[in-house]
């Protein structure tokens, strides 16, 4: 059924800093588990490919995890010092945006989390030629020759570290019915992270109490 005029009112003052596929597209993965972290740092042989991969995580009926963006991201580029966040986590796809930004709106993402080699003298990213690992499970000598292709290195010295990325959603959309609801993201056990996303408190508690 339709929402009362008053409860469709709030949404639709929500609209301006809450992207719509932040209600309409409450978790995601429903049909099929998806990669959530890739270690590169621990390789075997996995039977079900039938070559070494990668230590890889699978999640499935992932809730998202919201921040602000403004439509754009800060993106790690090779050749490049690595940038980290306050935990020591490089980043490698970030949203830009805040609650100060008014062209930003709170929006959900699915956060991705790796392991990846790193250039020890100069801070840059390695990438793997990954193609190598695959056949033959060998994870310095596919660094090495990524460092020979991008950077033009014979030598390298490097340090493993923990990745982040944030990559947008915007599949699975679900109808209006069965779309998030105001206690989904306010009041106690709300998805939101609220001190993340700039506040103080949950804004509807706030307003309440007042």
């Known amino acids: 059924h339709d929402p009362a005029p008053h409860t469709k009112s709030l949404l639709d003052r929500h609209v301006a800093r809450v992207a719509c596929a932040t209600c ?3 978790d995601f ?12 740092s621990q390789v075997s042989f996995s039977e079900e490919r039938g070559r070494y991969s990668a ?6 009926n992932v809730v998202p ?4 963006s403004d439509g754009t991201s800060w ?3 090779p050749g490049e010092p690595v940038r980290r966040d306050g ?9 830009q945006g805040s609650r100060q930004d008014g062209r930003a709106q709170i929006s959900p993402f699915k956060v991705h989390r ?13 990438p793997i030629q990954v193609d190598e690992i695959y056949v033959t499970g060998e994870v310095a000598p596919a660094v090495e020759e990524a460092a020979r292709q991008y950077y033009g290195l014979d030598e390298v010295s490097y340090t493993w570290a923990d990745t982040v990325r944030y990559m947008g959603i915007s599949h699975g959309v679900r109808p209006a019915k069965q779309a998030l609801g105001c206690l989904d993201c ?13 506040y103080d408190a949950d804004p509807l508690m706030a307003r309440v109490e007042r």
């Open 29 to 40: 993965a429903r049909s099929e588990p998806t990669d959530m972290a890739r270690d590169w």
């Open 24 to 26: 309409h597209i409450p």
């Open 114 to 126: 790796g392991r990846l080699p790193i250039l020890a003298e100069k801070g840059w990213l390695l």
């Open 65 to 68: 995890v919201y921040a602000w």
């Open 75 to 77: 993106m790690q580029l």
């Open 87 to 95: 935990g020591g986590v490089v980043q490698m796809a970030v949203p």
């Open 55 to 60: 230590r890889i995580e699978l999640a499935s």
């Open 186 to 198: 306010h009041g106690e056990g709300g998805r939101m992270d609220w001190s993340r996303l700039g």
